[in-house]
């Protein structure tokens, strides 16, 4: 076995164990009440051909293969829905650890040193967490990463293949009519096409294209679903949250102010983990004068790495410039690609999740900024400077990583709560059990979360000074 | 050249915390697995304590058991406070304004009353106040003392 391959097997190697540690915090978790029982309720019933033409008719959204998904494993899953649903989740982070890997490319001793700081990057984010503290009951959001994802590892490849097209443009029709932001693996096509990857054939694309159109025009013209109105939701604005009746009377008639707040804060929550949610907790806390100390942790570990990238764009202007890249440099270059287009998605509402695949580019994008950086240190006209960037990243983001776990830890906890009082939810979303099928699955479900998936130990209060913090 | 030469340690200096959580973590839960509960104090040991940590399904789970929701036990240091503390699970959940919590205990039978109304009132807990109701007569300060130090 050559040396390189030693190594890139190594970083495989933390990848599995990183994957194994958030697949047992994972499996601490249940099917929620919140986001999951509903959905469930919604597909016992009808059949998926009367499922999927509902989903049709639906304003605001178009997510025909969302529901699609939830009513094959709830089909298939004979009843095990603990097993069905959290497994598929776990197998969902150890693919979006594993292409991460292969996105980075580790071939020596430096290289994989530099693995574990972007591992922590990509699961310490404000944007991973959400992918795996909810579920609904299946996280379509960490689907579209993965997707978008592994999209860009196959850009990546020497030359295009057959299977490697088919599977591309499967993955974006599949992606497009599961979320919206599915559109964001046709936007890493055409950004890999620009940067002159050979690993998606330019027929793909044309296809994909097309496809985008037929998409765009049917839903507009056809289903006229329109996109989410103010109305929809409450979303954060300045230092605190908006209700939907706020924000008409706010916005309404001229929505293009908060479209752009949406956008700029989307752009802004990878770089700088600030806002959060729509919401400048950052500097609402200067202003107060006491930041709490995860606030203080999240803002400078991301700007650090922001900080990183963007030195790296400015030694590489020259190549950027005449369009020689290296592997590196695509992986930059798609990264902001990735965070324009997600953040222009974004404009409706603003929520950290959206932004996951962005803030797994990011991840990616620091690992090729650290390497860079330590690559050419003897080039630099001091080395302290890189050398306090990589402390505040490596503890940083560490740091993140426990808020990761910790976060896991006590979600285990609060979802197990709400199956205690699910009757008083049920009344509150004014749902009733109609028939025992209903019921059936209420019993199976608060005795799955009760009895017989006990929580797991519960974190000392000690931790929650430097976690417990509204995500 | 002593640039370059930093480059190995900064190297293992960026990998060292990432590497160190992960490992750490593999360990914890290669030690739950095995029984033990490092960086916790393990599984609930009464109602009480469950919903000091926020636990209301094991609280449930130990309620349906056939655990008192009305005895004061004892809540180890940790849990609900840097001490330990002798408390009921109602005082508990009052204390840490939990009203799921509160109706839960009420329909399995723990008695709502003028101390639990002024301990809402001591901790400001404002949804667990709606359920145990108003305060008719008591001291500020009194209800929460006389949990915190109770013997």
Redesign the interface.
């Known amino acids: 076995m050559s040396a390189d391959r030693r190594w890139t097997l190594i970083a495989y190697g933390y990848g599995a164990l990183l994957s194994a540690v958030l697949g047992y915090f994972l499996l601490g978790l249940v099917v929620q009440v919140s986001d999951s029982f509903g959905n469930l309720l919604a597909v016992q019933k009808p059949t998926l051909a009367e499922l999927l033409r509902d989903q049709f008719s639906q304003r605001a959204y178009l997510r025909p293969l969302l529901w699609a998904q939830i009513k094959l494993v709830y089909d298939l899953s004979g009843g095990q829905y603990y097993d069905w649903f959290r497994g598929i989740h776990v197998v969902q982070v150890v693919l979006l650890v594993g292409l991460t890997v292969a996105f980075l490319r580790p071939q020596r001793a430096a290289d994989v040193a530099l693995v574990p700081l972007s591992l922590a990057v990509l699961t310490g984010a404000h944007t991973f967490a959400p992918m795996v503290r909810e579920a609904f009951p299946i996280n379509s959001f960490l689907t579209i990463a993965i997707c978008v994802l592994a999209t860009a590892v196959l850009a990546a490849r020497d030359r295009s293949r057959w299977y490697t097209d088919v599977l591309v443009i499967v993955m974006f029709v599949g992606a497009v009519l599961t979320v919206e932001s599915g559109i964001l693996i046709w936007v890493v096509c055409a950004g890999a096409a620009l940067l002159k990857m050979q690993g998606i054939s330019r027929r793909a694309l044309v296809v994909m294209t097309v496809a985008l159109g037929l998409y765009v025009v049917v839903r507009i013209l056809v289903f006229n679903v329109g996109t989410p109105s103010l109305a929809e939701r409450a979303s954060g604005f300045g230092f605190g949250v908006l209700e939907p009746s706020e924000l008409i009377a706010r916005f309404e008639g001229r929505p293009w102010g908060f479209y752009l707040y949406n956008v700029i804060s989307s752009f802004s929550t990878v770089l700088f983990s600030e806002p959060k949610g729509g919401v400048w907790r950052f500097i609402y806390e200067l202003t107060l004068g006491s930041v709490h100390p995860w606030t203080a942790v999240s803002v400078a570990s991301s700007a650090a790495g922001t900080v990183l990238v963007l030195r790296y764009v400015w030694t590489r202007r020259q190549q950027f410039r005449t369009l020689a890249f290296e592997h590196g440099d695509r992986v930059v270059a798609l990264f902001v690609i990735v965070l324009a287009a997600n953040a222009a998605l974004s404009f409706p509402y603003t929520k950290n999740v959206i932004m996951g695949p962005a803030g797994v580019f990011f991840a990616a994008a620091v690992y090729v900024a650290a390497r860079s950086s330590l690559d050419n240190l003897a080039a630099a006209r001091s080395a302290v400077p890189i050398a306090a960037v990589m402390v505040v990243l490596s503890f940083g983001w560490a740091f993140r990583e426990v808020g990761t776990l910790y976060n896991l830890r006590r979600t285990a906890a609060e979802q197990r709560a709400e199956w205690v009082t699910v009757d008083q939810w049920l009344e509150r979303q004014r749902l009733v059990l109609q028939g025992a099928d209903a019921r059936t699955l209420r019993n199976h479900l608060q005795r799955d979360a009760i009895w017989a998936h006990p929580t797991p130990s519960q974190p000392t209060s000690a931790w929650k000074r430097w976690f417990d913090i509204d995500w | 050249?002593v640039?370059?030469r930093?480059?190995?340690p900064?190297?293992?200096?960026?990998?060292?915390?990432?590497?160190?959580?992960?490992?750490g973590?593999?360990l914890v839960?290669a030690a739950?697995?095995g029984g033990a509960?490092p960086?916790?104090?393990?599984?609930p040991r009464n109602v009480a304590e469950a919903i000091a940590?926020?636990?209301?399904?094991?609280?449930?789970?130990l309620a349906d058991g056939g655990a008192s929701v009305t005895e004061i036990v004892f809540v180890r240091a940790?849990?609900?406070?840097?001490q330990p503390i002798l408390a009921s699970p109602l005082e508990v959940a009052v204390m840490l304004d939990q009203a799921?919590?509160v109706?839960?205990l009420l329909a399995r039978g723990a008695v709502r009353n003028e101390h639990l109304a002024c301990l809402a009132a001591d901790v400001g807990a404002r949804a667990a106040r709606t359920r145990v109701g108003e305060p008719v007569q008591c001291r500020k300060g009194e209800a929460l003392r006389d949990v915190l130090e109770r013997p």
């Open positions: 050249m640039r370059h930093l480059v190995t900064l190297c293992v200096l960026a990998a060292l915390a990432p590497v160190a959580v992960t490992v973590a593999a839960a739950e697995i509960h960086l916790t104090v393990g599984p940590v926020g636990d209301a399904a094991t609280a449930a789970r940790g849990l609900l406070a840097p799921p919590t109706d839960f």
